[in-house]
Structure formats: structure tokens, C-alpha cells
């Protein structure tokens, strides 16, 4: 299946399926490393709110969720800079703290954060993300749950976008131009 987003054509990388198995392994892992220990999932919008979502509902320890904006994406390109546009309201002061991304590309954006989070002295902090592109990494992050590593290309779908579209799809697709 081929699809036509703005002015580039996209084709199917991974499927609905694909990625609802992945994130019920995930919450498996989540479920036992954090039985009896309430931890806060931190998404970062925009990209990250259907795998949060999804994963959320799959969890069945005690846990919370709270939301933060963070970008660094103008069209296909990382801009390099990181603009915080909703913060963080809930303290995490000794609780279990999991950052949960749609996709870790260059790392510039979690390497920025994590450091802050890890300033306000969590019990634990860890990164959940559902894509990572390896070779893309210049700010190496430790990525305790990973849905898939997939090569240095254009993604949108399940949130992630294309200049603001694209992101509800219940797929990844990946550029075919």
C-alpha cells in the first residue's frame, strides 16, 4: 500500500499488528520490572501520544501518566534546537520515571531532557521508545524498552508526522521518494 502525504509518497513499513505485538511485549517487561512500584510515564508530544496510549492501556501495575511537550522537527530535518512547549507539572522526586518517545533519531532531544529530569532526583529513570534509528544517533541514549531499531529513513504514522500530517494512521510507513 502506497500513500501520497503532502508532496511525498509513503510506503508501508510496519504494520498495525507488528506494532500492537511489540507493545504488549513491552508492557509485559514494564509490568514485571515495575510490579509494586507506581511508576510515572512521561510521553513527549506530540509524536509519542498513540504508543503512550496503547502502552498505557496494557499496563496492569499501579501507574501514572503525565505529558510534556518537547520538539525539534521542522518537515523531514531535526532543527538541532529543542524548544519546550508544555513542562512538566507533576514532581518526581524519588518516584519511577519512565520517558516514553515515539522515536529516538539523533538523540539531541533526550539528551537535552534526561539530564533535566534527572536533576529533580527520581528514584529511577528510563526511556521506553517505539523506533530508534542507530545509525541517525549522534547523542548516544540508553533505551531500556525498545520496540524496534530500523534504519536512518523518513517515518510517519502512529503518531509521527509529516509537517503536521500523517500521524493517525494505525501504521509506520516509510518514504518511497
Known amino acids: 500500500m502506497a500513500i501520497h502525504i503532502l508532496d511525498k509518497s509513503f510506503k508501508s513499513y510496519l504494520s498495525k499488528e507488528e506494532i500492537a505485538a511489540r507493545i504488549d511485549a513491552l508492557a509485559e517487561r514494564i509490568?514485571?520490572?515495575?510490579?509494586?512500584?507506581?511508576?510515572?510515564?512521561?510521553?513527549?508530544?506530540?509524536?509519542?501520544?498513540?504508543?503512550?496510549?496503547?502502552?498505557?492501556?496494557?499496563?496492569?501495575?499501579?501507574?501514572?501518566?503525565?505529558?510534556?511537550?518537547?520538539?525539534?522537527?521542522?518537515?523531514?530535518?531535526?532543527?538541532?534546537?529543542?524548544?519546550?512547549?508544555?513542562?512538566?507539572?507533576?514532581?518526581?522526586?524519588?518516584?519511577?520515571?519512565?520517558?516514553?518517545?515515539?522515536?529516538?533519531?539523533?538523540?539531541?532531544?533526550?539528551?537535552?531532557?534526561?539530564?533535566?529530569?534527572?536533576h529533580q532526583q527520581p528514584h529511577s529513570l528510563n526511556v521506553c521508545a517505539l523506533l530508534h534509528k542507530k545509525e541517525a544517533t549522534v547523542h548516544p541514549i540508553d533505551i531500556t524498552y525498545l520496540g524496534f531499531e530500523i534504519p536512518n529513513l523518513f517515518v510517519v504514522g502512529y503518531g509521527l508526522d509529516y509537517n503536521g500530517q500523517g500521524r493517525n494512521l494505525d501504521c509506520i510507513m516509510q518514504v518511497a521518494d
Open 31 to 118: 509490568n514485571h520490572d515495575y510490579a509494586g512500584k507506581n511508576p510515572l510515564l512521561i510521553p513527549i508530544l506530540n509524536g509519542s501520544f498513540m504508543f503512550a496510549s496503547d502502552l498505557f492501556k496494557k499496563l496492569t501495575i499501579p501507574a501514572e501518566i503525565s505529558f510534556i511537550k518537547l520538539a525539534s522537527y521542522k518537515g523531514t530535518q531535526s532543527t538541532g534546537n529543542v524548544i519546550t512547549a508544555i513542562g512538566l507539572e507533576t514532581d518526581i522526586f524519588q518516584r519511577h520515571v519512565i520517558v516514553v518517545e515515539d522515536i529516538v533519531d539523533t538523540g539531541k532531544t533526550l539528551s537535552i531532557f534526561l539530564p533535566q529530569l534527572a
